[in-house]
């Protein structure tokens, strides 16, 4: 490929989180709401769907990884649901408490939750804009 020319980015494919303990990790996630399409526990990898879209959200051990806090600033991955706040309650029922009260943004509501691992996920709603969102 020369200087000049581009490649087009067509769409994510997976989103890969490290995590410590793959089995801690399936359970998290699956309290927190996500199915799990598959499990490899030999490659230490499973993969949870995210709505019915193809890619998803691969969880992948890494060996030395401890429990840590989340970094003020790491990476955020923010996922979109009907209802934030309502998203809110329900995590904490599964004990999976948000890392603040949900918040306002341009488009409507966030929450944000911490893996054990330090992994940011964002629970955001278009309730201000449904318009913009995938149920409009």
Excluded: C
């Excluded at 499973?46 to 959200?57: D, F, H, M, Q, S």
């Excluded at 999976?96 to 709603?125: H, K, M, R, S, Y």
């Amino acid at each position: 490929m020369s200087d000049d020319e581009s490649y087009e980015l067509l769409g994510f494919d997976n989103v890969l989180l490290p995590v410590g303990d793959l089995g801690e990790a399936v359970g998290f996630y699956e309290r927190a709401g996500f199915a799990v399409a598959f499990r490899f526990d030999e490659a230490g990898i499973a993969l949870l769907k995210v709505g019915g879209e193809t890619p998803g959200i691969l969880l992948r051990v890494e060996e030395a990884l401890g429990h840590r806090t989340p970094p003020w600033a790491s990476p955020r991955l923010w996922l979109e649901v009907p209802d934030a706040r309502s998203a809110a309650h329900a995590l904490a029922d599964a004990g999976i408490q948000p890392l603040d009260e949900p918040f306002p943004v341009a488009t409507g509501w966030t929450v944000e939750v911490a893996d054990p691992w330090g992994n940011v996920l964002g629970l955001t709603d278009y309730s201000k804009r449904p318009e913009l969102g995938r149920r409009a």
